[in-house]
């Protein structure tokens, strides 16, 4: 099975910038794309940003220029640079990994518990 563990949530002030990791551990095969989901009280889960195992990155328009995603195949680490966040940013923010746990089988999504982002003055 696969872990995630998030780091880095918290409460910021507007024009700030957080740092969010997501480290995957356990056994499986493979990791491929990796991503940020965000969840605002009332609003249906959304995809912030993702980035595949080569390093394509996709972002949801509103973060474009202000977030940046990246990775570290290595440690199996997924990180959301947050700059310039604004109020509504706020949000519990969600890790996400296809992961193919042994050869052969199908690609599964995990996901990690969430962690909260506040931006407020």
């Known amino acids: 099975q696969v872990q995630l563990v998030e780091s880095g949530g918290g409460l910021v002030q507007p024009g700030g910038s957080l740092r969010l990791s997501c480290a995957a551990s356990?056994?499986?095969?493979?990791?491929?794309?990796m991503g940020w989901y965000r969840q605002a009280p009332g609003k249906q889960r959304e995809l912030v940003a993702d980035?595949?195992?080569?390093?394509?990155?996709n972002y949801e328009d509103s973060v474009k220029g202000r977030f940046a995603i990246s990775r570290d195949n290595d440690k199996n680490t997924v990180y959301l640079q947050m700059n310039s966040l604004k109020p509504e940013d706020t949000a519990v923010y969600y890790c996400?990994?296809?992961?193919?746990?042994?050869?052969?089988?199908?690609?599964?999504?995990?996901w990690g518990q969430g962690t909260q982002v506040t931006v407020s003055s």
């Open positions: 996400i990994t296809n992961v193919r746990l042994r050869a052969g089988m199908i690609i599964s999504n995990y």
């Open positions: 980035i595949t195992f080569s390093g394509a990155t």
């Open positions: 356990g056994s499986f095969f493979m990791i491929y794309t």
